[in-house]
């Protein structure tokens, strides 16, 4: 089945404390997304990846890190976590050819206190 | 300006009503747009996406595109309460990054 995996889903988490959300996709997709989702704001790119090793900034990169070592792999890095991070998190998925349709791992609440 | 505009609603519309969604969008250069749904607490599902200016339909949902007035449409006819959803308008990119600017959703309410 194909299908983007994000994990943990659920995360309380304290402020400072490094977390890594995992995403993985089984699609051999070369383009993947990490988007934060917050109300009244909508759905926000932080990071993009365009193929591996190659990773850029979205509208709203401050305070994370990614990295693309593999095709199907890319996690999203908080490394020092901050309450204003609280979110629900999605990463997308789609193939180079354009016209395509993006795929949505079914998203993580992280809450950092 | 933000990028894509929509009434946050909520709309409420009787169950077998035609639903009237609304979108617009400032940057006159646009050429893809999507219309996402979404349930409380789930992830964007890809509805329709349309192009070129004029009506596609698709089953129950007709996306329309007006690019002379920037503004992005969706009809949904015999509205269900499965219908009843967020309801997301996004513009594509133009190059490269392929990223997705997403209007805040308009909240959909069929009563039955």
């Known amino acids: 089945e194909a299908q983007v995996t994000q994990n943990p889903r659920y995360l309380i988490t304290v402020t400072g404390k490094k977390l890594t959300v995992t995403c993985s996709q089984n699609?051999?997709?070369?383009?993947m997304s990490w988007y934060r989702q917050d109300p009244g704001l909508g759905l926000r790119q932080i990071y993009y990846?365009?193929?591996?090793?190659?990773?850029d900034k979205g509208d709203v990169p401050e305070g994370y890190k990614v990295s693309r070592k593999e095709k199907r792999n890319f996690p999203l890095i908080l490394e020092s976590p901050s309450p204003n991070q609280t979110s629900l998190y999605f990463c997308?998925?789609?193939?180079?050819?354009?016209?395509?349709?993006?795929?949505f791992g079914e998203g993580s609440w992280l809450t950092v206190v | 300006q933000k990028e894509v505009e929509q009434n946050s609603g909520p709309l409420s519309v009787p169950e077998g009503a035609i639903a009237s969604l609304n979108c617009t969008y400032s940057d006159r250069g646009s050429q893809s747009f999507f219309w996402y749904r979404q349930y409380s607490g789930k992830s964007p599902e890809l509805i329709m996406f349309i192009y070129s200016n004029g009506d596609k339909e698709d089953g129950r949902f007709t996306a329309q595109l007006n690019k002379a007035s920037q503004y992005v449409s969706l009809l949904i006819r015999d509205s269900q309460p499965s219908d009843s959803a967020t309801y997301l308008c996004?513009?594509?990119?133009?190059?490269?990054?392929?990223?997705?600017?997403f209007g805040t959703g308009t909240r959909l309410t069929i009563i039955p």
């Open positions: 997308a998925s789609k193939p180079a050819t354009s016209g395509n349709t993006i795929y």
């Open positions: 996004a513009r594509g990119a133009n190059f490269g990054n392929e990223k997705l600017t």
């Open positions: 990846s365009m193929n591996v090793e190659v990773t």
């Open positions: 699609m051999n997709h070369e383009y």
